[in-house]
């Protein structure tokens, strides 16, 4: 499915749930359009986090705002990690595991 901006821009104006179903799926369109199957599953986890923020927002100016929020953060980290200036995190500790006996009806599983 193409773009296109104007059509958006109306289907928005007169029907927002109709919208939403469009743009699901035209970004769903594009992320399997991506060549890298590890590539499509990192896409998604973002554009997941993306819906999870946006979810929050009903009215369309703080959505938007919300949006260049999210877009200047990432081109940020983007910017960051061009130029060297993202730390390494620290290696975690490794942890113990504590073996747990699960029982069922007083018989060991």
């Known amino acids: 499915m193409k773009f296109d901006f104007e059509k958006m821009k109306k289907l928005y104006e007169e029907s927002p749930h109709e919208f939403e179903k469009v743009r699901e799926e ?9 060549p890298s199957d590890v590539r499509k599953c990192r896409i998604r986890g973002e554009q997941f986090k993306i819906d ?6 009903k009215d369309p100016i ?7 929020e999210l877009f200047w953060k990432g081109f940020g980290e983007f910017n960051d990690a061009v130029h060297g200036r993202i730390k390494k995190p620290k290696k975690s500790e490794t942890s113990r595991v504590i073996p747990v006996n699960f029982t069922q009806k007083g018989k060991e599983i």
């Open 62 to 68: 703080n959505r938007m705002n919300k949006m260049v």
């Open 26 to 34: 035209l970004i769903a369109q594009y992320i399997d359009s991506l």
């Open 52 to 57: 999870a923020c946006l979810d929050k927002h």
